[in-house]
């Protein structure tokens, strides 16, 4: 089946630095893909959607100039924490979209990185 | 607006007992309905979804779940629990009609304990 892997699997870095998150298709050609935070005993919130090739799409409220997200190719899109301080911990998540599978096909989800801002 | 709910934050049940996992949705149209299980620390897996044609779904880990158009409720099931299914579960709906977004809308999710 599709696999998203993402990387790392946890993260801790000083407040003021800044973090990237890597999430990798590792079987298909991940045309769109999704990066969710989500709290602790919460559900996932959306944060951007990313096309390969173009600039991300920001849900209201996320600062886009904070979460830098590229996507530069088709297997490869990644996010980037800027300036990160304590409140910027939480549980991140990708998720993919293989374009080759019809439309109703259910997206494909990475591991997950635990982001500790100390 | 679109939204999913998820009425019960827990739900605990006895090893091999039935258990069920509720689901409602407001969302216009013909929704694409999903169910996701996360285990601690991990990501979310696939578990089943509707799509359209038999409103009984079956998926993974002998997971099933029912649409009902008529109470916009898809509620996930599964015969006999084991202590293994308890985890953290996630309903999803996509509204097929926003093309080329594919954006989800997620529940708050149920943890579901399983008492051995």
């Known amino acids: 089946g599709a696999v998203v892997s993402q990387h790392p699997s946890w993260v801790i870095c000083k407040s003021g630095t800044s973090v990237k998150i890597e999430c990798r298709s590792l079987d298909f050609q991940a045309t769109t893909m999704f990066w969710y935070r989500q709290f602790p005993k919460q559900s996932l919130m959306l944060m951007a959607t990313?096309?390969?090739?173009?600039?991300?799409?920001?849900e209201q409220g996320v600062e886009k100039d904070k979460f830098l997200i590229n996507h530069a190719s088709l297997t490869l899109s990644t996010l980037t924490v800027t300036s990160a301080h304590p409140e910027d911990s939480s549980f991140y998540i990708c998720s993919a979209r293989d374009g080759g599978r019809p439309r109703d096909t259910e997206a494909f989800f990475g591991q997950g990185t635990r982001l500790t801002v100390v | 607006a679109q939204s999913v709910a998820q009425p019960e934050d827990q739900v605990n049940v006895a090893e091999g007992n039935p258990l069920t996992v509720k689901c409602t949705y407001s969302v216009s149209g013909n929704p694409y309905l999903f169910w996701y299980v996360q285990y601690p620390n991990r990501g979310l897996q696939f578990l089943l979804k509707?799509?359209?044609?038999?409103?009984l779904v079956k998926g993974s880990y002998g997971f099933e779940a029912e649409f009902n158009k008529s109470q916009t409720s898809f509620h996930l099931k599964k015969p006999s629990a084991l202590v293994s299914d308890s985890a953290l579960y996630f309903c999803?709906?996509?509204?097929?009609?926003?093309?080329?977004?594919?954006?989800?809308?997620f529940g708050t999710g149920t943890r579901l304990k399983v008492l051995a």
């Open positions: 509707y799509i359209t044609g038999d409103n």
């Open positions: 999803a709906v996509r509204d097929p009609t926003t093309s080329g977004t594919y954006k989800y809308i």
């Open positions: 990313s096309n390969e090739g173009s600039k991300a799409t920001y």
